[in-house]
């Protein structure tokens, strides 16, 4: 479904798909996302029934697990009037891949094509959905830049969304960081098939990480932020990275 198509998100509850790497390692990121949106007078409902979106099985060719995981995804939020994810990856499976992934099986690809239909990544959803670039946080003086993952710069659009938020938060200065579109190297499966061309992208990222001006460096996915401190932190540098949403969030306390 094409942009122009796509329901309004104003005015309805929030189901928030909180993904696999928060889930399991980054809590804080899905506990910054709900508490940005409680702030702003929106309600967030949580799906238990809520897995994975099936992508590491879809980027392995195994579209057959994949479509067994994305079915257990269409029914855990067959109820949401809008899905909302702290992850341009996981937003561009849904809204890319599911109406491919389905494309033979017309039930379920009706079902895949309405879910892609409602589903927004956290940033692009405060800045594109709702028209908020100015979420009410404080910070002490602190510089930024920015790493654009490749699946949501590429997939999803998502450029100036997380850096109109990051402005808007009194005390914070945007800078630009070279190669900010660059990939770091993760990639899901690439960085295992192909550890030491993911290694030489990785040691790049780093370098130009290092070289900014930035007190911190901001991304919108997980599984980014991962691969970049592991770097930074076998590399011993002093910066690292964090999502987005702590930083918002950490403005707002």
């Known amino acids: 479904m094409s942009d122009e198509l796509r329901p309004s998100p ?7 798909f909180v993904t696999c790497i928060v889930d399991m390692i980054y809590p804080g990121t899905g506990v910054s996302v709900v508490e940005i949106l409680e702030r702003l007078g929106i309600e967030v409902r949580f799906p238990l029934g809520q897995t994975c979106c099936g992508q590491p099985a879809f980027n392995s060719g195994f579209w057959n697990d994949a479509r067994a995981v994305a079915r257990t995804f269409l029914e855990a939020f067959a109820d949401a009037e809008l899905i909302v994810t702290p992850s341009g990856s996981c ?17 379920w690809r009706e079902r895949a094509n309405w879910a892609a239909s ?31 993952s490749c699946h949501g710069l590429r997939l999803m659009g998502l ?18 960081m070279g190669r900010s ?6 990639g899901g499966l690439f960085s295992v098939k192909m550890p030491e061309i993911s290694a030489a992208m990785l040691r790049d990222k780093v370098k130009h990480i290092e070289a900014s001006d930035a007190d911190v460096v901001l991304t919108g996915d997980a599984s980014c932020l991962t691969q ?21 969030a950490s403005g707002l306390k």
């Open 10 to 16: 104003r005015y309805k509850p929030v189901s928030l």
């Open 118 to 148: 409602i589903t927004w990544e956290f940033t692009e959803y405060l800045v594109d959905g709702l028209g908020i670039s100015d979420i009410g946080a404080k910070l002490p003086p602190t510089r930024v830049a920015f790493h654009d």
């Open 159 to 176: 450029h100036d969304q997380a850096r109109r938020l990051a402005e808007g938060v009194e005390g914070v200065t945007v800078s630009e």
């Open 91 to 107: 937003a561009s499976m849904v809204r890319h891949y599911y109406p491919e992934l389905f494309k033979d099986d017309p039930e």
């Open 181 to 186: 579109d660059q990939c770091c190297g993760f």
């Open 228 to 248: 970049m401190n592991g770097g930074l932190s076998r590399a011993q540098g002093k910066k690292r990275v964090r999502h987005i949403a702590e930083f918002l």
